[in-house]
């Protein structure tokens, strides 16, 4: 085995360790994590985190569209498709008819055209597969934190 490989223990497959790629953010920028699963929800807000983001989370659409009805405001929010009390498309529809419009991420473990095509509908900016990964997540940051002038 090669030095900083593991073997994860099914069948001989090497995985190689994650490693988050680095940026550094001039602005400081808030995101919501929305996901009814809890280790989703936690390992989403911890990778925001470890990019700089602060972070809040809730774990149904209800909650998201009640937080950010109270006036919450966050730069980017993160939102499951599948979603206790009230799923993520109708979530989604609520907070843009709310007039919010920071970038959204829709997320969830069906990759099919028919979920794409929804979400996307609903008014998500950007379509992800779960698990979500730096590929995906430095392009939107970066967006994110040019929007704001330099100090």
């Known amino acids: 085995m090669a030095p900083g490989e593991a073997n994860s223990g099914n069948g001989g497959q ?18 919501l994590v929305v996901d009814g699963d809890n280790f989703c929800r ?6 925001l985190q470890a990019y700089g983001l602060e972070t809040q989370s809730v774990d149904n659409g209800d909650a998201a569209v009640e937080l950010i009805a109270s006036g919450a405001k966050f730069d980017l929010i993160l939102i499951d498709m599948l979603l206790p009390i009230l799923d993520g498309l109708e979530a989604t529809r609520r907070i843009r008819a709310m007039g ?27 379509f992800v597969e779960k698990p979500l990964g730096p590929e995906i997540l430095i392009p939107i940051l970066r967006e994110l934190d040019e929007q704001y002038p330099s100090i």
């Open 14 to 31: 090497i995985l190689k360790p994650f490693t988050f790629n680095e940026i550094v953010l001039r602005n400081r920028l808030t995101a």
């Open 42 to 47: 936690l390992l989403e807000q911890g990778i």
């Open 100 to 126: 919010v419009r920071c970038k959204m991420l829709g997320v969830t473990a069906f990759s099919g055209e028919r979920e794409r095509q929804a979400f996307l509908a609903a008014g998500v900016d950007v």
